[in-house]
């Protein structure tokens, strides 16, 4: 009796230590496509075959030439921004600015808005060790989040790996680099 509770407890063992080695071989893959793959984009225009009919023309062209700009402008990082402030900056109302950035991003304005942060976070890291000094909270301001929890949320969301896993293994490349 004893030495089938003590197979079944062996073999749960085995399954948790599978488990968990996946998970962390998973994660370093992860982290090695975010620093050595192609350098991480902004939320992506696409091919879109069909133009939104419920913007006029000339409104819609208008609007998606200032969000290029915006974007490129990293305006974005302002943490109190909200959809409608960027709307009236843009010239156009609340109701055609989520439409077109529903219909041309493919999401919604507060994923849009993280997408575009953590994609400035991401490439900024990479390219900045002296970003690593700061702290999550600092690393969130300096982002656009208001938090470090909802930094460190909306990174794993866009990323699958936690912040902290990619800052240590930014610090650790530093490291071998300067050595």
């Known amino acids: 009796r004893w030495n089938r509770v003590l197979v079944i407890i ?4 085995i399954l948790v230590g599978i488990y968990f080695y996946l998970r962390a071989r998973n994660t370093k893959r992860r982290i090695r496509n975010l620093l050595d793959g ?3 984009t902004k939320a992506s225009d696409g091919l879109i075959e069909r133009h939104t009919t419920s913007v006029p023309n000339d409104i819609r062209e208008d609007v998606l030439q200032k969000l290029k700009i915006f974007e490129d402008s990293e305006s974005f990082l302002d943490k109190d921004l909200d959809m409608s402030t960027l709307a ?10 989520s439409t077109l950035i529903n219909h041309y991003k493919k999401m919604s304005f507060p994923n849009y808005l993280k997408d575009l942060r953590i994609t400035a976070a991401i490439n900024g890291l ?9 702290n999550y909270q600092g690393l969130a301001d300096m982002f656009g989040f208001k938090t470090a929890e909802s930094f460190s949320k909306a990174f794993y969301q866009k990323t699958g790996v936690y912040p902290s896993k990619f800052l240590k293994e930014l610090s650790a490349r530093k490291k071998t680099d300067h050595l």
């Open 88 to 97: 009236q900056t843009l010239g156009t109302n609340t109701a055609y600015f």
């Open 10 to 13: 062996a073999a749960l063992a």
């Open 126 to 134: 990479s390219e900045d060790s002296n970003l690593l000094k700061y």
């Open 38 to 40: 192609p350098k991480i």
